[in-house]
């Protein structure tokens, strides 16, 4: 079966990096996985605090989105970002096909 790559870009506020770097392996991509994602990348730009990062799922587009509205509306989600004030400026969200 297919995996469909979802490539996340955040511009993290700058004194929250070091603090979003213990919470993003230790509960969001547990959480994730627990509903069926993938994480098949993270990179963090420290100089301009920028994270980037790769999450899949099996299936197409319409796949991924069926499973993201299911994780977006679960309690587990609203756990996991209790008490967040929000991390970033500013996010940029897109499908990506592998190249090479």
Do not use: C
């Amino acid at each position: 079966m297919s995996r469909t790559v979802q490539l996340r870009r955040y511009n993290l506020k700058p004194h929250l990096v070091d603090e979003f770097l213990v919470w993003w392996p230790s509960l969001l991509v547990p959480a994730r996985a627990a509903y069926g994602f993938t994480v098949d990348s993270a990179y963090l730009n420290r100089e301009t605090a920028e994270f980037t990062w790769a999450v899949s799922a099996e299936g197409d587009q319409d796949d991924f989105r069926r499973l993201e509205q299911v994780w977006m509306a679960s309690p587990e989600r609203t756990v996991v970002f209790e008490g967040i004030d929000g991390w970033n400026d500013s996010t940029v969200i897109a499908f990506v096909e592998r190249f090479a």
